[in-house]
Nanobody, 120 residues
């Protein structure tokens, strides 16, 4: 059973930056793609970024050019560097292993997420 733990959220001012971390247990981390997602109250969870084998990255239009996803396989950890934050980036952020053969479908049970609040 893969366990995922996100961390690094907090309060940031508009235009500010935060760096989120995601650690996944087990050996699957080094094999499969990792995705970042976010959810606001009353809304469906949305995909925002992916990093695949070979460090190939993909971003949703809403974060492209501002967010950067990376990974450290030796630490079973993925990162989401968030710059030029906007109030509309306020959400609970999650990561997950992406189900093989799919674009962004999550594979494991969701972690608890980490809250990001962008406000002055």
């Amino acid at each position: 059973q893969v366990q995922i733990v996100e961390s690094g959220g907090g309060l940031a001012q508009p235009g500010g930056s935060l760096r989120l971390s995601c650690t996944a247990s087990g050996s699957m981390f080094t094999i499969y793609a990792m995705g970042w997602y976010r959810q606001t109250p009353g809304q469906q969870r949305e995909w925002i970024a992916t990093i695949r084998h070979g460090d190939i990255t993909e971003y949703a239009d809403s974060v492209s050019g501002r967010f950067t996803v990376s990974r450290d396989n030796a630490k079973n950890t993925a990162y989401l560097e968030m710059n030029s934050l906007k109030p509309e980036d306020t959400a609970v952020y999650y990561c997950n292993i992406i189900f093989p053969g799919t674009d962004h479908d999550p594979f494991a049970n969701w972690g608890q997420g980490t809250q990001v609040t962008v406000s002055s």
